[in-house]
């Protein structure tokens, strides 16, 4: 079974610091990877994709990816409040059907 | 596009009633997935829809829940009978079948049952 594993948290960081958030996922042949912003009660929404090894820069947003351990990972920089939220990492697999399969996500809490 | 549009956003339902949620997903995605999310289980996928045919629906707990996709911009779940332990919020999302794309959500539906 395809899996696809984080840290629930709560993970705790002060406004300005550095959000480190990850992810590990079991199919070796799994393409595509995701993470995803949600807030409560609210839908998750894309904040970042990444495809291929190495890093990925979106504004405050970096996306890590090393498939030789298949680890994803997405760093926050300048963490504000409005980033509260849970984190879910999704994956994207091989095999014709490119089902998203989804950790369950870390909450994410930064205190003022 | 309006995205994705599931309806109703909430249902308060008695146990053993029959409860119908509703998609519409983004137009010229032919890809359509319903996850079911709660706070033990995370997202779960339920079904996977194709080209309006299902692939896969390993996930569907039981012969209570089904699910129908008769056009590419309508899909159905249905539960029947409702219990209590179906309370969730069940989100419909579309894209196309290709890997590096991502997955569009609609609003959901918050399902109480008591």
């Known amino acids: 079974q395809k899996e696809v594993e984080q840290n629930s948290g709560p993970l705790s960081v002060p406004e300005g610091a550095i959000a480190s958030l990850n992810c590990t996922y079991s199919?070796?042949?799994?393409?595509?990877f995701f993470w995803y912003r949600q807030y409560s009660g609210k839908s998750p929404e894309l904040i970042m994709s990444?495809?291929?090894?190495g890093d990925k820069e979106d504004g405050r947003f970096t996306a890590q990816l090393n498939k030789a351990s298949q680890y994803v990972s997405l760093l926050i920089r300048d963490s504000q409040p409005s980033d509260s939220a849970t984190y879910l990492c999704a994956v994207r697999s091989s095999g014709g059907s490119y089902i998203p399969t989804f950790g369950r996500g870390t909450s994410l809490i930064v205190h003022p | 596009d309006a995205g994705v549009i599931q309806s109703p956003r909430h249902e308060v339902t008695e146990m053993g009633q029959e409860v119908t949620l509703r998609c519409k997903p983004i137009s010229g995605h032919n890809s359509l997935f319903w996850y079911r999310q709660t706070m033990m289980r995370g997202l779960e996928l339920l079904i996977y829809?194709?080209?309006?045919?299902?692939?896969?629906d390993s996930g569907m707990p039981e012969d209570r829940f089904s699910a129908k996709m008769p056009n590419a911009s309508f899909s159905t779940l249905k539960i029947q009978p409702s219990e209590p332990r179906d309370s969730a919020v069940y989100f419909c999302?579309?894209?196309?079948?290709?890997?590096?794309?991502?997955?569009?959500f609609g609003q959901g539906t918050r399902l109480t049952v008591v």
């Open positions: 829809f194709n080209n309006n045919v299902p692939i896969d």
């Open positions: 990444i495809y291929s090894n």
């Open positions: 999302a579309s894209t196309l079948p290709r890997p590096n794309t991502e997955a569009f």
């Open positions: 199919d070796r042949g799994s393409q595509s």
